[in-house]
């Protein structure tokens, strides 16, 4: 790891924005700092106790979190729905990068159907 991060600018665009983009959200300054603060992130024994309706989104291709929103619904234990946006709607990216419209209407559809407005 740490060579990694002293060679990032020799990586791949992602992953040297990845790596700079952690540094600079984090305020840590090397690899070990890096990992303990991202060590934090972990809902393992925070999802059973969410209680209210949630609403998972995955991305089929998504290249930072691959498989953590499906081990995130699986925790959870509250009415829950997942929703896969895919490569064959052009959402299948991190965040659905280039179908925001699309998240947008899912998400305020589930909001309408979990509210009831």
Known sequence: MDNLISHRAEAPSSQRWGLSNGFWTLGVATAQELIDEFS?????H?????TCPTLVCEAQN???FSGQP????EALHCPKTLVTFTAAE???EHCHVG???LFH????DWLDDTLGF
């Open 105 to 108: 209407q899912r998400m305020f």
């Open 90 to 92: 052009g959402a299948e």
């Open 40 to 44: 934090k992130y972990d809902l393992t």
């Open 62 to 64: 998504d290249h930072f």
């Open 99 to 101: 179908a925001l419209t």
């Open 46 to 50: 925070v999802a059973e106790q969410i």
């Open 70 to 73: 499906r081990i995130l619904y």
